[in-house]
């Protein structure tokens, strides 16, 4: 299903795993028949956008970031106070981004 060119034919493939496989795992089929509509979102975004979207390196390094901040921290007060510098270093990644892009 993940190897189709486009949703369509990624629905096609998926009706005949689904029959298939109906009979034997009923739970799994259904799961797969309500949940599979998600993963396909990227193929409804613009090809030219797609090449950005398959890396998640600027997740990873996000996440390492609020990790080492984090550390420094250690004990937060409330959870508003987490948020804050979630938000601080979601803003300061954002305008080196936008930066680097011009």
Excluded at 14 to 27: A, C, I, S
Excluded at 73 to 85: G, M, T, Y
Aim: hydrophobic fraction near 40%; include cysteine.
């Amino acid at each position: 299903m993940y190897e189709r060119r486009n949703v369509e034919e990624a629905r096609r493939v998926l009706k005949q795993w689904l029959e298939k496989w109906g009979g034997k795992y009923p739970k799994l089929c259904a799961w797969v028949e309500t949940n599979m509509e998600e993963p396909w979102t990227f193929d409804r975004l613009p090809v030219a956008h797609h090449k950005h979207l398959k890396s998640t390196n600027l997740l990873e390094r996000f996440n390492q970031e609020i990790k080492r901040r984090t550390l420094v921290v250690r004990l937060f007060p409330d959870e508003a106070s987490s948020l804050r510098l979630v938000r601080a270093v979601a803003a300061e990644q954002h305008e080196e981004g936008r930066a680097a892009a011009t």
